[in-house]
C-alpha cells in the first residue's frame, strides 16, 4: 500500500461545525440554545444500549416482567 501525506489546514482554512441536536421531537442548532439550555446540553451523559444492559443485569428483566404483566 502507498502511504498517502497527511492533509493539514491552517486555522483561516477551517470552517465550525454545526452540532444539531433533538428537543422535544425536533432538531435544533445547539448556537441557538440560550445559556440555560447550553449548559443542560453539555452536561448530558451519554450511553449505549449494551452497556447500560450489562451494568443493570437482572433488574432488566423485572422491568420486562413489569411491562409485560
Not at 421531537?25 to 444500549?49: A, C, D, L, M
Request: proline fraction near 4%.
Amino acid at each position: 500500500m502507498s502511504s498517502q501525506p497527511t492533509l493539514q489546514l491552517s486555522d483561516e482554512e477551517r470552517q465550525p461545525c454545526e452540532i444539531w441536536t433533538r428537543v422535544m421531537g425536533y432538531h435544533r442548532p445547539v448556537s441557538s440554545f440560550n445559556i440555560g439550555k447550553k449548559g443542560e446540553f453539555h452536561e448530558r451523559r451519554y450511553f449505549t444500549e449494551g452497556a447500560a444492559a450489562r451494568s443493570q443485569g437482572a433488574g432488566l428483566a423485572t422491568v420486562a416482567e413489569a411491562v409485560a404483566a
